[in-house]
């Protein structure tokens, strides 16, 4: 009875222990995947704006695209009217209370008037500025999202990156796999005459060389995705631009 009792608290010990050790292990690796996770974030917000770092891109080190957040990047989280909402308030809803820690995925769920915008101005050592914006959308299969980088104009295209939850390899994935797709976008306009236009994905070709790029071949409703996409959530912007444009 003695040994049964011993072998039942050595077991229940030994469950603790291993319950402990796991517990620790996954809140050490949510930790590491939530720094991972926040890179990537920073990494592809910066892809918006490759051509204008002054680097090779696609051999971009983790600590230098933390080193151009940290001196390069402004972050700005606007509402619905375009006002710059105050870090504090932003901290409420979400930790850090900064634009790289906005869930644009929550924030499309909740009615347009009361959504958050994250928005990043990139500064150039030479003293020029992009405007990084971000949208999300609807591809065939589940959400999309880009960034799209303006001009200190704020109206024309300077890059843009795209990302896909679970589009088709080799079709719809194209809007971030394919290079060619993404430098389209460079140069188009997103005003014509000082009226809100964005740019459409054409199937079949452009016609249109300052509004519209080529579609994706087989991926018409992926590219009809990021065409709403651009039209919907760059529009969302458009109080903050005006402001800025005085």
């Given at each position: 009875?003695h040994?049964?009792?011993?072998?039942l608290?050595f077991?229940?010990a030994?469950t603790t222990?291993?319950?402990v050790?796991l517990?620790?292990?996954?809140t050490?690796?949510?930790s590491?995947?939530?720094?991972?996770e926040?890179?990537?974030?920073?990494?592809?917000?910066?892809?918006?704006?490759?051509?204008?770092?002054?680097?090779?891109?696609?051999?971009?080190t983790?600590?230098?695209?933390?080193?151009?957040?940290?001196s390069?990047?402004?972050?700005?989280v606007?509402?619905?009217?375009?006002?710059?909402v105050p870090?504090?308030?932003v901290?409420?809803?979400?930790?850090?209370?900064?634009?790289?820690?906005?869930?644009?995925g929550?924030?499309?769920?909740?009615?347009?008037?009361?959504?958050?915008y994250?928005?990043?101005?990139y500064?150039?050592?030479?003293?020029?500025?992009?405007y990084?914006?971000?949208?999300?959308g609807k591809?065939?299969?589940?959400?999309?999202?880009?960034?799209?980088?303006?001009?200190?104009?704020l109206?024309t295209i300077?890059?843009v990156a795209?990302d896909?939850?679970?589009?088709?390899?080799?079709?719809?994935?194209?809007?971030k796999?394919n290079?060619s797709f993404?430098?389209?976008f460079?140069?188009?306009?997103?005003?014509?005459?000082g009226?809100?236009r964005s740019?459409?994905?054409?199937?079949g070709?452009?016609?249109?060389?300052?509004?519209?790029v080529?579609g994706i071949?087989g991926?018409?409703?992926?590219?009809d995705g990021?065409?709403?996409?651009?039209?919907r959530?760059l529009?969302?912007?458009e109080?903050?631009?005006?402001?800025v444009?005085?």
């Open positions: 009875m040994s049964t009792k011993s072998t608290l077991v229940l030994m222990i291993v319950a050790v517990a620790g292990m996954s050490g690796l949510k590491i995947h939530d720094k991972n926040a890179l990537y974030a920073k990494k592809a917000t910066l892809s918006a704006v490759a051509d204008h770092l002054g680097m090779d891109f696609s051999s971009i983790n600590e230098q695209v933390i080193e151009v957040f940290n390069q990047i402004e972050q700005l606007l509402d619905a009217k375009g006002n710059v870090q504090a308030q901290n409420e809803l979400y930790k850090g209370g900064l634009a790289e820690n906005i869930d644009l929550k924030e499309f769920k909740k009615p347009g008037d009361e959504q958050l994250p928005l990043y101005i500064t150039k050592k030479d003293g020029s500025k992009y990084i914006l971000s949208a999300r591809g065939l299969w589940d959400a999309i999202w880009g960034c799209i980088a303006l001009k200190d104009d109206n300077a890059g795209f896909h939850k679970a589009e088709t390899p080799g079709l719809g994935a194209e809007i796999d290079p993404k430098k389209q460079i140069g188009k306009k997103l005003y014509e005459n009226a809100f740019v459409f994905v054409r199937k070709g452009a016609k249109d060389p300052v509004y519209e080529d071949s991926a018409t409703i992926t590219a990021v065409t709403e996409m651009l039209k959530g529009k969302y912007y109080p903050y631009l005006k402001t444009k005085g």
